[in-house]
């Protein structure tokens, strides 16, 4: 869906969009494709790449606010789905932060031995969930997927250090009013759109910056490094305006900074790992290379992780 795409739709211009937010399209899913079928596509080719067989997986970890259904959650349709026979499967509910949050789980449960091979998703089908008829929110936020597979291993590379944190208080800056047991779901459309995403923009931007700026010097400082050796940031692609400040903030230029939100848009959970396996694929991450990810998302809760590739 293209910035053209909105113009037809809502009051606002390609100009307006791509200076505010960097963004020009967005992946929209056929109504026929759900969350679990993009998780599903996503692990496959993550399982393919780390050669890694469906018995194997013992843990399955989504981050999603967009699941098939209510209840069972997105994690056990797509065990099912998948055929992951020795697994446990649960999802977690921390928006744009979701997929790094999966993985401060994952981290624990290996270096715990509780478990050795781990499939992390980050997965929303946020169309579903969008209001189309509010510019202020809807021409940011676009569908996708993206797995990875943890494994225990002895080698120096891997995960060296995450860091979750929230803070509730700013859980109305983005959030969905609608739908849940304070006020349950009435038959038809809410006029307000209030059972879809809504959103203070200004206040989320000041939060984000502030926030995932200490988020990732922090895992930069529990690894014992500084910002000059890591090779590549990967932040949620939320706003191209929100990673520029980051950059500044943490004084490293933009070409240390992945980018891909040009292409899809602020994808909220799917956001992190679409853009590492895009990185990669990419070439721009060589074997040794420190990266930072780093996200936030509503709740408001952030998280970031240090990974020697
Ligand atoms: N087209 C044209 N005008 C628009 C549009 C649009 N699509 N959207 C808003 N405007 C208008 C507003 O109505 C406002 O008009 P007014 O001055 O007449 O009231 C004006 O543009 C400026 O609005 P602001 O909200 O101040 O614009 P801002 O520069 O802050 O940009 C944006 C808005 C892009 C939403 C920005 O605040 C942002 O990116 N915030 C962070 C959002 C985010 O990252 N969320 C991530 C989490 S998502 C999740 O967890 C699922």
């Given at each position: 869906m293209t910035n053209a795409d909105f113009e037809k739709i809502v009051d606002t211009s390609d100009e307006w969009i791509i200076t505010r937010t960097g963004i020009k399209e967005r992946r929209i899913a056929d109504n026929s494709i759900t969350t679990s079928d993009m998780s599903v596509a996503a692990c496959r080719q993550a399982m393919d790449m780390a050669g890694c067989s469906n018995d194997e997986i013992e843990l399955l970890i989504t981050g999603t606010v967009t699941p098939d259904y209510r209840l069972p959650s997105n994690a056990c349709v797509v065990q099912e789905k998948m055929g992951l026979p020795n697994a446990a499967a649960f999802d977690i509910l921390a928006a744009c932060a979701g997929f790094l949050g999966g993985l401060s789980i994952a981290q624990s449960y290996i270096e715990t031995g509780k478990y050795k091979k781990i499939l992390v998703v980050g997965v929303e089908k946020l169309s579903s969930f969008?209001?189309?008829?509010d510019r202020n929110t809807c021409v940011l936020f676009g569908d996708a997927a993206g797995a990875v597979v943890l494994e225990a291993s002895e080698?120096?590379?891997?995960?060296i250090s995450t860091f979750v944190k929230s803070d509730g208080r700013y859980r109305t800056l983005l959030w969905s009013e609608i739908g849940g047991s304070l006020h349950p779901h009435q038959q038809g459309v809410d006029p307000l759109g209030r059972d879809k995403i809504m959103m203070n923009g200004s206040d989320v931007f000041k939060v984000a910056v502030r926030e995932m700026a200490n988020a990732a010097a922090r895992v930069i400082k529990d690894a014992g490094?500084?910002?000059?050796?890591?090779a590549l940031f990967i932040p949620h692609q939320a706003n191209i305006r929100i990673m520029e400040a980051l950059a500044k903030r943490l004084h490293i230029s933009m070409d240390r900074v992945f980018k891909n939100i040009d292409r899809y848009g602020n994808t909220s959970a799917a956001s992190v790992p679409l853009a590492l396996d895009e990185a990669n694929r990419q070439g721009r991450i060589k074997p040794g290379d420190h990266i930072v990810m780093v996200a936030f998302g509503g709740g408001l809760i952030w998280g970031s992780a240090l990974v020697k590739w």
């Open positions: 969008t209001n189309y008829k080698e120096s590379s891997g995960i490094l500084t910002s000059s050796d890591i």
